[in-house]
């Protein structure tokens, strides 16, 4: 099995480390990951965007610099002593590696944070690199630790080694049990180290979602209540969701889809009568 292995923390974050090393138990490991921390990026691009992380963009749109061909544009890349440390987001890695090496899965993580919500996944750029693989029609596995309470910058891989077992057998028993004939990507979340696994739950992301913000003496502030609540273990999500799971002890797997259902006709008749006469305010 060729497996593509990914991340948006970095390639030298602990939890890819842990999770190279555990799949290399199930075949032939390539890792793509950006040189630095891409967190939070979703499926954002150096193409067409602001260019790759080449230490400056100056403002370039991401495309490519020979008139004949425009439409190319060059991710510069180190050799690293895990693969390849690429300037670029965690979508690129995966368009990059999916084109270069034909992976049989692309894995992402093991991140340093769980991802948990149907409004939070968007912007993880450790889901958003399982989802783009499956757009190019590869299964794709995000895998997640949570770790709020603990250290993020005293992490080790050792701390990533249950979550890494967990992104292995996951990976394993996804493709032995042909999961993909039924779903496109999978979204895994493991509680953290210190805490006992109680089971295994197959979720749906949690619809909750809250974000505050203030302006006072003249500096803006974001505050998680989410993470607040999953800090005190107080937190509103319903039975069979993500993150109602993984702070019942839970491993959450979430099988997910590609959108495929568009508008319903009928909307698309009642916004055409409501746009009808707009370019005559142009007039």
Known sequence: MNILLTNDD?????????????LEALGEVTVVAP???????GRGLSYGRMGPDDGGNDGDLGLGSDPDDPFTVTI?????????????????????????????VVVAGCNAGANLGIHVLPRSGTASAA?????????????????????????????FERAAGVGRTVVERALDGDAFDHTDYLNVNVPRPDRGLSGVAITRPTPQYDMHADLADGRFALHNPLHAGMAEGDIPDEAG????ALLDDRVSISPLTLPRHGIDEAVFDRLSAVFEDVTDSTA
Do not use: K, W
Not at 141 to 156: E, P, T
């Open 10 to 22: 970095g390639i030298d974050a602990p939890g890819l480390r842990a999770l190279a090393d555990a």
């Open 35 to 41: 040189a630095g921390n891409q967190s939070a990026v």
């Open 76 to 104: 510069p890349h180190e050799s690293h002593e895990l693969g390849y440390a690429v300037h670029g987001t965690p979508c690129d890695c995966v368009i990059l590696g999916i084109g270069a090496f034909e992976p049989d």
């Open 131 to 159: 989802m783009e693989a499956a757009s190019l029609g590869v299964p794709g596995v995000a895998v997640s630790m949570d770790v709020i309470g603990m250290d993020r910058d005293g992490l080790a891989p050792e701390d």
């Open 241 to 244: 969701t993500d993150r109602r």
